[in-house]
């Protein structure tokens, strides 16, 4: 073999290298570490204060007793005078975001103003049903996810059902990474029936 052929034997033999092929397992890490997979779903929680004393409004608000619960709300019994009569006092329940709540992502929605964004669940990759691979560096992933309810969540919702989901992976230079989804149901969180104050 001459030195040159020998030379496009190993160029060929580094290019192929260079390019590894999507496999099943490549396919999850890419999902799972993709910034669009990992984003949370949320839920609204009505932030009013109440018009009554604390342990009433948490015998009646399911989402302020998992919120408590869970460690993310702080509350406490205020004077009311507003709703006060003849300059006496009524009580309140005033409620505030812990810092577990904070570093846990629940936010004030602002686009209201009169919800807290509390953060609910995860996707859950469930398994890679199938890898359609072209010839320009593009492969088609189906796969199937669930949202995995976290200690909040799980309080107030039902677990739903595993999802469709589809994405486009491109082979770049340093591996696989996610061009787009083209399929990523949001959250739809369905509410439990009936929850009884624990």
């Known amino acids: 073999m001459t030195r040159t052929a020998f030379l496009v034997a190993a160029v060929l033999v580094l290019a ?9 397992e490549t396919a999850a890490r890419v999902i799972r ?8 779903g949320f839920v609204g929680v009505a932030r009013e204060e109440a ?3 604390c342990k009433t409004k948490l015998d009646d608000d399911a989402d302020w007793r998992a919120l408590a619960k869970t460690g993310w709300l702080e509350l406490h ?16 329940c005033a409620g505030a975001l812990s810092g577990d709540g904070l570093r846990a992502g629940v936010s004030v929605n602002t686009n209201t103003y009169h919800e807290w ?3 609910a669940a995860v996707r859950e990759l469930a398994a890679i049903q199938s890898i359609t691979s072209t010839e320009n560096g593009i492969s ?3 796969f199937t996810y669930r949202w995995r309810l976290n200690a909040f969540g799980s309080q ?11 994405g486009a992976l491109r082979l770049l230079d340093d591996g696989w990474h996610v061009a787009d989804f083209t399929a990523l149901p949001e959250f739809s969180p369905v509410r439990q029936g009936r929850l ?3």
Request: hydrophobic share 20%; with cysteine; net charge negative.
């Open 156 to 166: 107030v919702l039902e677990s739903g059902p595993e999802l469709d989901g589809a």
């Open 16 to 24: 192929g290298c260079s390019k590894p092929p999507l496999t099943s």
């Open 33 to 40: 570490e993709s910034a669009r997979f990992r984003e949370p």
């Open 140 to 142: 088609t992933v189906q």
């Open 117 to 119: 964004r509390v953060p």
């Open 196 to 198: 009884s104050p624990q």
């Open 51 to 53: 018009p009554s004393d």
């Open 77 to 92: 019994d205020e004077e009311d005078f507003e709703r006060g009569t003849e300059g006496r006092a009524t009580v309140k």
